[in-house]
């Protein structure tokens, strides 16, 4: 469904006042001439920036637009997964409803691509994975979605969970997800040996959850990169949330980057407030990917969240005391190109021959707008118009 | 110009639906009967609270409405003071007409108190105090607001300051401020001894930044808490943000926490995410009194920022890792009732006697009022619509 489209009177990254030609779904070389009765839109001076890229949530378990769920969960990791695989049935949290509805709402905010990770677990089986699988074919030309196979209550600890995995896989997903090996599976080379064999048998990268945090953290860490080199796995793997590489001692993490720099292996935080968290800057001065994501957005985990990257790369920015006006448009790398690179967009970005995915953000400056993240007065998915003034036109159950 | 009215169908604090009336500016018992023509509003449901309190800004140096500042600023806290002395002037930063378009942003948000620090220095003299003086009087009947006489330059390391501030207390301010005493003075006691005596000789609380990290950070809370217990200060003093009560180490901060909750101490946090911060909930569980603050919004120390003690309460909420219902009420309190209580507020709240500063939030619960964010439906200072459907009825210069 690309189309062609002008844009007329944009700022590229806040740059120089320019019209932006679109042909069939991608963007046109200077000087390249429209074919008659091409549709325009004027961009009104805003902000022209490639699509916002959420490069971790979890659209399954998003409670948006249900009955508020009074959160009474207890403080660990583990009552939260425990809770949550219990409640998730009888709460009718449907996967797919449930997709639909925060994917929509992430196109309203300008997000033209999603990684989500999807559950997969011994009580739900697989029918999250469908849920997010109608959900990504449903919004095709709205928004493009990847599912991360994710086995969110553990692997090995819980038996049948592997043979759902590779099904969810073997299904479609475009992403091998994992959790905490030490923390949760207590088997650190049992739940790695398994991934990376996924991995391995169906061409598919790889998407870990790390919380582990400090020296615990850091050995995962070694493990997942070990097998990242052995495998040539080189730029096929992501580390999610990674607060062990929020750790204040450089002994104990300035090798793990090292090699998470060679290895190319690219790095998600939310830039959550109340963890250790990956610094973002130094991170980027190695020459290490960081994209960030919004993940869960109001679920039985957390009531905060709202699908905003914008949001989200000022979080990112006030966790990472990022002030300075290239600070901030740092945070926005993240949300916008450090995604595209995680999730190997082969054509992103605002240069000719990138595919049209776009938005318009309000602001005399990057900054700007991401603190104040205005309504979005545009975002186009290959060449065609999705959202205007802050609503999608898709159509949210 | 307090007034009579009837605000019908709230919830206050997310309860039961009930009409509530406003006799002269003040909360009428129940069963009070309003005299005819006592104008009346449709709560519609949505929840009522007493007004949120900024207990801690400047808005003095905001540069909102302004052309987009660039921010090229150093690092160091001693970056920021020296850039914003030297240039505050030359960007044409007015006191008045900035804590005008501020102040008004607040009541749009539903502030109906604003503690703001201002600056006194020998550079700008007292002509923030006059600017911030004028917007306090203009919009009286839209917003309280208090006066800290704030020696953001340092106080003895710059002489002719503590004069300064001495005659800034004598125009009226309404607290004392004070900074860094070793950071910036590099004379904790000498700095100490000055503000002390300046709230002994005026009859007035101390109000003092406190950025000092670890063991130094808590040497000079040990310092103020000495002369608070020797002067009798009891009630009388704030520390705003106290990183080093964030302090990992019982050993180091408990004893102190002790002798905060002993002398009623109160404790402002911005819940800063790139910092140590005092822990919200262990500190109001031994009795302490914490309240919240924005800070500085879009000044040259940072961009960010809103004027949203809502987005407040969420930005302490994600810092302090309160995820349940009845945590993310603990921090709309301290939005509310901590800042009240630091404040000194004499009549505050939603109880019959209580002055009618009043809030009305969308959401099913407290809980999704502070995260959804959305506009105010209506906001009430002393029975008066001042904000209405998020905009403030008085106009920004």
Chains 1, 2 share one sequence.
């Not at 796995?233 to 607060?243: D, K, L």
């Amino acid at each position: 469904m690309a189309a062609s489209l002008i844009v007329r009177n944009v700022r590229p990254w806040g740059g120089p006042l320019r019209d932006v030609m679109i042909l069939d779904g991608k963007i046109a070389p200077d000087g390249a001439s429209p074919p008659a009765g091409t549709p325009e839109e004027d961009g009104a001076g805003h902000i022209l920036l490639p699509g916002l890229v959420e490069a971790h949530t979890h659209l399954d378990k998003t409670m948006l637009g249900m009955p508020w769920y009074r959160n009474e969960v207890g403080p660990r990791l583990i009552d939260k997964i425990d809770n949550e695989r219990a409640t998730k049935k009888a709460l009718g949290i449907d996967p797919h409803r449930q997709s639909m509805r925060q994917a929509i709402r992430s196109v309203a905010k300008g997000s033209t691509h999603i990684r989500s990770h999807v559950d997969v677990d011994t009580e739900i089986g697989l029918e999250g994975i469908e849920g997010v699988m109608r959900t990504r074919d449903a919004l095709r030309d709205h928004v493009f979605i990847e599912i991360v196979a994710f086995p969110q209550s553990g692997l090995l600890a819980r038996p049948g969970t592997l043979e759902l995995l590779e099904e969810a896989m073997r299904m479609g997903s475009e992403v091998v997800g994992g959790l905490d090996p030490c923390g949760i599976d207590s088997d650190p080379k049992g739940h790695l040996d398994a991934v990376f064999a996924l991995c391995g048998r169906f061409g598919k990268p790889l998407d870990i959850h790390l919380h582990e945090t400090g020296e615990l953290g850091a050995f995962s860490t070694r493990l997942i990169l070990e097998r990242t080199r052995a495998l040539g796995m080189r730029g096929n793997v992501t580390i999610s949330h990674a607060f062990c590489l929020g750790h204040p001692d450089p002994a104990l993490i300035d090798p793990l980057l090292d090699e998470i720099a060679a290895l190319d292996v690219r790095i998600m935080t939310t830039g959550a407030p109340s963890r250790p968290v990956p610094a973002v800057a130094p991170l980027t001065r190695r020459g290490i990917t960081v994209c960030a994501g919004n993940d869960g957005i109001r679920d039985t985990w957390s009531p905060y969240g709202n699908g905003d990257m914008l949001e989200r790369a000022m979080i990112v920015g006030l966790r990472n005391n990022l002030r300075r006006d290239d600070e901030v448009e740092l945070a926005l790398r993240v949300c916008t190109e450090g995604g595209a690179r995680t999730m190997d967009l082969p054509a992103y970005g605002l240069e000719p021959g990138c595919d049209a995915d776009l938005v318009l953000v309000r602001g005399e400056s990057v900054a700007e707008a991401v603190v104040d993240r205005a309504p979005r007065p545009l975002v186009v998915k290959s060449g065609r118009v999705v959202a205007r003034d802050g609503r999608a036109l898709a159509e949210a159950p």
